[in-house]
């Protein structure tokens, strides 16, 4: 008999199925409270759990407890841990320290689908989804757990394509009876899914950043083969009709690339596509890859854009870039040992 995995059931779930074993109701609570709060995922641990208890659990359940196999430091002080993944191949998440904050971005599948020209993992094609415990145990395993004030999923992989394991991810995140964390400190970004877009939309109160990198559909068309299937112009329609009036915000990621997309005629066309929406745009210095067209833009080319675009009334900034000599900066991550 196939063991059942206890990290990021659901409450309700969890209740059930502890019921189902015979064991008293309150176990679920208890456990609830080992994995999420006590950070311990071992059931001999589990002191307030009878021995008998311990016992069966053993023999029944796991909780997903795989510690990175590799953590590789920046010299500005961010992290890139390796995970081994279930189905095979590795996944990486990584820490990002800064003076009042601890970020970690999180992966949420193995490579990906989407194929977007300017991105490492996009080439490693697409190997598997992480299931919710895989997700949950990044954030669990990381030796700087206690540190963390938010977390981005914007590693490798599209949430938006794994959302039936990310949304139970997220619920673990902020349920009071999980990590209890605002829904602030979350953002999920995504080239724009629609469909599951609107599915996140209902069922989380997650911030939401939009890989957006040009205004122009058949420029983006050419960059993320996305477009095609959800036309940026539909997206940003429908983001139209959206509640973002409370603390829940809107971001719109755009990757800058030398002489394609840093003009000010295409700052023109970006404040005129997302005119009317309550957001804010940051800008990402490119970082070069090997075998592609794209070069990295000067400092001075991104100020003046940043400046353009907030004197145009969109607010922009311009993300600080972490970890680049440890490849752990955005559209790098894909694994070497993935790549043998
Ligand atoms: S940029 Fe994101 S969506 Fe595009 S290929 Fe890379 S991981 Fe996938």
Redesign the pocket.
């Known amino acids: 008999m196939e063991k059942q995995e206890l990290v990021g059931m659901s409450p309700a779930s969890l209740k059930a199925w502890v019921l189902g074993q015979g064991l008293p109701a309150y176990t679920a609570a208890q456990l609830t409270d080992w994995i999420y709060r006590k950070r311990v995922r071992r059931f001999e641990d589990m002191t307030n759990l009878s021995k008998a208890a311990r016992n069966t659990l053993q023999t029944i359940a796991t909780l997903y407890d795989v510690p990175p196999v590799r953590a590789d430091r920046s010299t500005d002080g961010t992290i890139k841990y390796l995970f081994p993944a279930l189905k095979g191949g590795f996944i990486e998440a990584v820490y990002i320290p800064e003076a009042d904050r601890a970020t970690l971005c999180v992966s949420s599948q193995v490579g990906?689908?989407?194929?977007?020209a300017?991105?490492?993992?996009?080439r490693m094609g697409f190997k598997a989804n992480l299931s919710t415990a895989e997700i949950l145990n990044q954030i669990l395993s990381i030796p700087d757990v206690d540190t963390l004030t938010n977390v981005v999923f914007m590693g490798?992989?599209?949430p938006m394509d794994n959302l039936d394991n990310v949304l139970p991810a997220l619920e673990r995140l902020t349920s009071a009876d999980g990590f209890g964390w605002s829904p602030k400190r979350i953002t999920v970004?995504?080239?724009g899914v629609l469909p599951a877009m609107k599915r996140f939309m209902a069922e989380s109160q997650c911030h939401l950043a939009i890989?957006l990198h040009t205004p122009q559909p058949a420029q983006r068309g050419d960059w993320?083969p996305?477009e095609k299937a959800w036309p940026i112009k539909d997206t940003v329609a429908w983001l139209k009709t959206c509640d973002f009036s409370g603390q829940r915000r809107l971001s719109f990621e755009y990757i800058v690339f030398k002489g394609l997309n840093d003009s000010l005629k295409q700052a023109d066309y970006l404040v005129a596509l997302l005119k009317g929406l309550p957001c804010r745009v940051n800008l990402i210095r490119f970082h070069t890859i090997p075998n592609t067209p794209f070069v990295s833009p000067d400092e001075n080319t991104l100020i003046k854009l940043c400046d353009y675009l907030n004197k145009k009334g969109l607010r922009t900034t311009i993300r600080k870039s972490r970890g680049e000599d440890i490849q752990a900066a955005c559209?790098l991550?894909s694994t070497k040992q993935e790549n043998g």
């Open positions: 990906c689908k989407m194929g977007c300017f991105c490492m993992t996009g490798m992989g599209e970004s995504t080239i890989s993320m996305s559209g991550l």
